[in-house]
C-alpha cells in the first residue's frame, strides 16, 4: 500500500454501490475516486469492483478483502487519533466537545475567564451534535447532558439536572399574556424543533398535549429555538440552564422530562494530566457555581 487514503475511496464504492455516491460521500470528484479506485487495483493486481451499469459491484476478490480494509481503516483512524491526542498534550492544546446552545450562552463567558486565567492553554471547542468518542481521542473533555453517560473508561461528575420549561420574550408575554399551564397554550404560537434527541422528545410532548397543529416554526437546532423565542416569534420548550440565563425571556411554566443532568466527563487515561485537570477542575467549579448559585459542590471530585 503507497496511499491508505486509496482504502477510503474502496470502502465507499463498496458501501455505497458506485463512485458518484462515495464522491458525494467523501467530498471529492466522482473522477477522483473513480482514479483512486483503479489505481488501487492496479497496485494490488486485483480487480475489486465488476463495472456496471447500474453501479459498481464488489467481485469474490474485493468482497474478500473487504473485512480486513474496514480493520486497517479503523487502525489507521485510531493512529491518527491518538497521534491527534499527543500532539495537543505537546501544544498545552485542550479538545472540548459541547453543544452548541450550551457552548454559545453558558460556556463562552466561562472560556473568557479561564483564558484570562489560563493563557498558555488554548481551548479547542468542538459543538457538534454527534457524541464524540473520549476513549478513542475525539475530544479530552466533553460537557454532555444526559441522564448517565455512556461510553468506556469515563469519569465524571454532574453539574446540575438538565430541567426544561416554556419560554417566550418580555414583550411577546406583556402583548399576548403568559399560560401558566398547558391548558392555555391551545390556539398559541409554537416554535417546535431542535437537535435530532431534543426533537424527539420535544415532538412527542407537542403531539402528546395536542399542540403539533399550533407550531408555526421549526428550526433544527436548540440554538434556533432559543433565537426565535428571543424574536417574538412564540413559545417554545428550551433548557432552563440557559434560558434563565437570558433576561429577556419569561418562563411559563416547567414541562416533563426524563431526569437527565449536565455533566462534565473526561477519559480515565487523561484524568492526572496536569492540562485537562486544569480545565476540567475550571469548568466545573464555574458551572457549578453558575447552576448552584447559593450551593455548594456535592459531587466527588474526579
Known amino acids: 500500500m503507497e496511499d491508505w487514503d486509496d482504502l477510503r475511496h474502496f470502502l465507499a464504492v463498496a458501501q455505497t454501490g458506485s463512485t458518484l455516491a462515495a464522491a458525494r460521500t467523501l467530498r471529492v470528484s466522482q473522477t477522483t475516486c473513480a482514479r483512486r479506485v483503479a489505481a488501487l487495483e492496479a497496485r494490488l493486481g486485483l480487480r475489486l469492483f465488476e463495472r456496471r451499469q447500474a453501479g ?15 480493520r486497517a481503516a479503523d487502525a489507521v483512524e485510531a493512529f491518527a487519533k ?7 498534550a505537546n501544544r498545552s492544546v485542550v479538545r472540548l466537545t459541547a453543544s452548541e446552545i ?22 479547542e471547542l468542538d459543538t457538534s451534535d454527534q457524541v464524540r468518542d473520549l476513549a478513542a481521542g475525539a475530544a479530552d473533555i466533553a460537557v454532555r447532558i444526559a441522564e448517565t453517560p455512556s461510553g468506556a473508561g469515563l469519569v465524571g461528575r454532574r453539574i446540575a439536572d438538565d430541567e426544561w420549561g416554556i419560554y417566550c420574550s418580555r414583550g411577546f408575554a406583556e402583548a399576548n399574556g403568559v399560560p401558566r399551564s398547558i391548558r392555555e397554550m391551545h390556539g398559541r404560537p409554537i416554535i417546535g424543533g431542535g437537535e435530532e434527541g431534543v426533537w ?6 407537542l403531539r402528546r398535549t395536542g399542540l403539533v397543529d399550533s407550531m408555526v416554526m421549526q428550526h433544527n437546532t436548540s440554538l434556533g429555538l432559543l433565537a426565535a423565542v428571543r424574536a ?11 434560558a434563565d ?5 419569561f418562563f411559563c411554566f416547567p414541562t416533563p422530562r426524563a431526569p437527565r443532568g449536565m455533566w462534565l466527563l473526561i477519559h ?20 457549578f457555581t453558575l447552576t448552584h448559585p447559593a450551593g455548594q459542590a456535592v459531587s466527588a471530585p474526579t
Open 56 to 70: 459498481y459491484l464488489l467481485t469474490p476478490d474485493g468482497d474478500a478483502l473487504l473485512e480486513s480494509a474496514k
Open 232 to 242: 417574538g416569534m412564540g413559545f417554545s420548550a428550551l433548557p432552563r440552564l440557559v
Open 102 to 123: 450550551f457552548a454559545v450562552t453558558v460556556l463562552s463567558p466561562v472560556l473568557r475567564e479561564f483564558h484570562d486565567a489560563h493563557p498558555d492553554i488554548r481551548i
Open 82 to 88: 491518538e497521534a491527534e491526542a499527543r500532539a495537543r
Open 200 to 205: 424527539r422528545a420535544y415532538g412527542e410532548y
Open 268 to 287: 480515565e487515561r487523561l484524568r492526572h494530566q496536569p492540562r485537562i485537570r486544569t480545565v476540567a477542575d475550571f469548568l466545573y467549579d464555574r458551572l
Open 245 to 249: 440565563r437570558e433576561p429577556d425571556l
